[in-house]
């Protein structure tokens, strides 16, 4: 089975521009979760998308879309970027389903994005 | 209020001695789901441990224990026999609901290191 995978592993960019970030999931599973985790701190949920549709949202500013894909990748959308976006940005899949395996949340690497 | 509060921001352990990292959560749903999350510096979250709010035995994966106390709220991470790898920030989370699409709650981390 091939595990969670995110492009690009480091990013610069540059305050005001937008940047994108993918993330493929765990083969089997629907769910994408994304998180923001600043320096120093735990990660911070972003919004979690299901059959290609947001479900559920955090504390994040509408500067902050995502997309999912029928293949359940999916991308993370930053527009209007603000130097405190950077930080390291994650992304999970599970498999949203009656009686699934509640261990079910894996991490991908990371994309690690700078803003200056 | 904090869903998940780690009080220990930073642990110390001679090598092959044990440690607890301390994890306290509040939530008002009767099922939910803990876990602990090892991060190494190269940023990839991994699963160490879970525990159902329903389940009466204390969970354990290898030196992984895991001490829940129902009533006091907390979910202690005891790591035995620590090896030089088990250096890492350590992060313990809080899913409410049984759904494994829902939303993680972290908090803030504990640094582990293990003097040889």
């Known amino acids: 089975e091939t595990g969670v995978t995110q492009s690009p592993t480091h990013l610069i960019k540059t305050r005001g521009q937008q940047v994108t970030l993918r993330c493929s999931s765990q083969?089997?599973?629907?769910?994408v979760s994304w998180y923001q985790q600043a320096l120093g701190q735990g990660p911070q949920f972003i919004f979690q998308?299901?059959?290609?549709?947001?479900?559920g949202r955090g504390n994040f500013p509408p500067r902050f879309s995502g997309l999912q894909f029928p293949n359940y990748s999916s991308e993370l959308n930053v527009n209007a970027l603000e130097l405190d976006d950077s930080a390291l940005y994650l992304c999970?899949?599970?498999?949203?389903?009656?009686?699934?395996?509640?261990?079910?949340?894996?991490f991908g690497p990371g994309t690690r994005l700078t803003v200056t | 209020a904090q869903k998940i509060t780690q009080t220990q921001p930073g642990m110390f352990v001679q090598e092959k001695e044990a440690v607890t990292l301390d994890c306290t959560y509040d939530?008002?749903?009767?099922?939910?789901?803990l876990f602990w999350y090892k991060q190494p510096s190269s940023g990839e979250m991994i699963f160490l441990i879970y525990?159902?709010?329903?389940?009466?035995q204390n969970a354990t994966e290898g030196r992984y224990s895991l001490n829940f106390q129902k009533a006091r709220k907390s979910a202690n991470l005891v790591i035995s026999a620590s090896q030089l790898g088990d250096s890492a920030m350590y992060f313990c989370?809080?899913?409410?609901?049984?759904?494994?699409?829902?939303?993680?709650?972290f908090g803030t981390g504990t640094s582990l290191t293990v003097i040889p």
């Open positions: 999970a899949s599970s498999a949203t389903r009656g009686g699934g395996d509640h261990k079910e949340q894996y």
């Open positions: 083969s089997g599973h629907n769910t």
């Open positions: 998308y299901y059959r290609e549709e947001e479900n």
């Open positions: 939530t008002s749903d009767q099922s939910y789901g």
């Open positions: 525990q159902g709010s329903y389940d009466e």
């Open positions: 989370a809080m899913r409410e609901g049984l759904n494994t699409g829902n939303q993680f709650y």
